[in-house]
Nanobody, 122 residues
Framework: QVQLVESGGGSVQSGGSLRLSCAASATTYNMGWFRQAPGKEREGVAASNGDGRTSYPDSVKGRFTISRDNAKNMLYLQMNSLKPEDTAIYYC???????????????????WGQGTQVSVSS
């Protein structure tokens, strides 16, 4: 069992930046960030498979950056140029399985954090 705890959420104006952190209780190979806005499905916004491969959807590409510190079992999400449509609860996810690609699908992950709220005002 892997416990994940997110931090770093908050409120920011459009164009601002936030950095989310996720502390994991153990090392996992695949990790990712997801978000869920009210009335919408959970979507992947960044993924890392531990081989240095990362993946982003077009909606955040060039604005969001995923990084990890494996020595500390930490995962980060740097979010720049935030937009009101980025408002959501952001979740850290991890998988004990090995994938050769960085996956953005929620069903690829079996461990989830409790989430942290990100609110972007216009």
């Amino acid at each position: 069992q892997v416990q994940l705890v997110e931090s770093g959420g908050g409120s920011v104006q459009s164009g601002g930046s936030l950095r989310l952190s996720c502390a994991a209780s153990a090392t996992t190979y695949n990790m990712g960030w997801f978000r869920q806005a009210p009335g919408k499905e959970r979507e992947g916004v960044a993924a890392s498979n531990g081989d240095g491969r990362t993946s982003y959807p077009d909606s955040v590409k060039g604005r969001f950056t995923i990084s990890r510190d494996n020595a500390k079992n930490m995962l980060y999400l740097q979010m720049n140029s935030l937009k009101p449509e980025d408002t959501a609860i952001y979740y850290c996810a991890a998988s004990s399985a090995y994938y050769s690609t960085a996956r953005l699908s929620a069903d690829s992950y079996n461990y989830w954090g409790q989430g942290t709220q990100v609110s972007v005002s216009s």
